[in-house]
Every structure is written in structure tokens, then in C-alpha cells.
């Protein structure tokens, strides 16, 4: 079953506009991280933020973590006709390591109109 | 070099017929996974390993066997296809190193698998 949750599913924007994407989470975790996906292509990582972290920054990505509301956003500022592809969220709730304790969300959309 | 590769990239076959993908990786690293991808579902995890002696089932192994043949390879077999296996397949490998260090997940190009 699925833990993290993307919101909005697609979001179409300008390029130069800023975009942000919304994952929540049902349990516990140790960490959250956000992946990339260009149309049929594999996942690519792009950032890791740890429970104990709030907020983490990576050239044009911002992510954030709010523990208390198991929910966690990416924002992609001054957006780039390249940063179209889905993004997904996921989460390590393992107590071992194991890898069922990486589980993936359904992806956000993200078009940038040139 | 991709350090995670997937043969074949497409593959088209026939209900009942027995099809394996194949993944190889020169990353060193002892964890690999099968994962699907279907249209509004995410990624589903099929099978993992943690090295050449362990397989695990995933959240979806029904239909589906897999083979550890050394450190670098991991292979997904479906023994009798059936059309609702049609999907995008993504091997994986991580190198989690414990508590301290979180586990990333390195992803190969994806197989496209269509059964008729």
C-alpha cells in the first residue's frame, strides 16, 4: 500500500514560475526523499531530508518537513522547460534498513509551458 | 556507462509464455529490486535482495519469480504471462550502510512490457 501521497496529481505552470508539490505520509519515518522521472525513464534522485531535518536546499530545489503533519513539499524555483517529468515522493519508515521501508507515492505531473 | 542497465528495454509477448528480464549493475552494491510501474499506481515493489543468498517477496510477487545470480545481476522472470502484467519494469539497487547512512535507490532505465 501506497505511504506517501503526492498532491497536487499534475500541476502546468510558466516557465520561470516557481513549483511546488505536496507529499503526505501515514506512519513514522527516518527519512523522506524526492525523486525525478522523465517520461519513460528511470527515477533519478534528487534530494534526501531526514526526520530530524525541516528544511534542505539543493541548487534550485527546497524541500521541506513538517513531522507533526506527516507531510513534507518540494519547490522547484525559476522552473526550466527541463524540469517537466513526474516527481515522487518517498519514505523510509524501516527500523532495519529493509526495503520495504522505502515505499513510493503515485507521482505529481509537472509541466512547464515554455 | 549507465550503472544500472535493463535487457530488454521493450519487450511484446504473447499470453502464457514464459519472458525473463534481465538487470545488471556496476555499482557494487549488495541490495537490488524489481519494482512495476503502472498508470496512476506509482511504483510497487515485486521482489528485493539484500545480497547473492537472500530474495525477499514484495508487496506484489504473485505471478512473478526472480534469480540472484551474482552480486551485479538480478533477473525477473514471469513464468506464464498474462496481460494484466503489461507495465513499465524498473530494477533498483541501494547501498544502505545502516542507521547512519539512508538508503537511496539507484534506478535502471525501466523495461516496457507489453502481453497480448
Known amino acids: 500500500s501506497q505511504q506517501g501521497e503526492e498532491d497536487p496529481q499534475a500541476l502546468s505552470i510558466q516557465e520561470g514560475e516557481n513549483a511546488t508539490m505536496n507529499c503526505s505520509y501515514k506512519t513514522s519515518i527516518n527519512n523522506l526523499q524526492w525523486y525525478r522521472q522523465n517520461s519513460g525513464r528511470g527515477l533519478v534522485h534528487l534530494i534526501l531530508i531526514r526526520s530530524n531535518e525541516r528544511e534542505k536546499h539543493s541548487g534550485r530545489l527546497r524541500v521541506t518537513l513538517d513531522t507533526s503533519k506527516k507531510s513534507s513539499s518540494l519547490l522547484i524555483t525559476a522552473s526550466r522547460a527541463a524540469d517537466t517529468a513526474s516527481y515522487f515522493c518517498a519514505t523510509d519508515a524501516s527500523s532495519g534498513g529493509g526495503a520495504d521501508g522505502l515505499t513510493f507515492g503515485k507521482g505529481t505531473h509537472l509541466i512547464i509551458q515554455p | 556507462d549507465a550503472d544500472v542497465t535493463q535487457t530488454p528495454r521493450n519487450r511484446i509477448t504473447k499470453t502464457g509464455k514464459r519472458i525473463m528480464l534481465e538487470c545488471s549493475q556496476t555499482k557494487g552494491h549488495d541490495r537490488m529490486y524489481w519494482y512495476r510501474q503502472d498508470p496512476g499506481l506509482g511504483l510497487r515493489l515485486i521482489y528485493y535482495s539484500f545480497d547473492v543468498k537472500d530474495i525477499n517477496k514484495g508487496e506484489i510477487s504473485d505471478g512473478y519469480s526472480v534469480s540472484r545470480q551474482a552480486q551485479a545481476k538480478f533477473s525477473l522472470s514471469l513464468e506464464s504471462a498474462i496481460p494484466n502484467q503489461t507495465a513499465l519494469y524498473f530494477c533498483?539497487?541501494?547501498?544502505?550502510?545502516?542507521?547512519?547512512?539512508?538508503?537511496?535507490?539507484?534506478f535502471g532505465p525501466g523495461t516496457r512490457l507489453l502481453v497480448l
Open positions: 533498483a539497487t541501494s547501498d544502505w550502510g545502516g542507521d547512519l547512512l539512508p538508503e537511496t535507490q539507484y
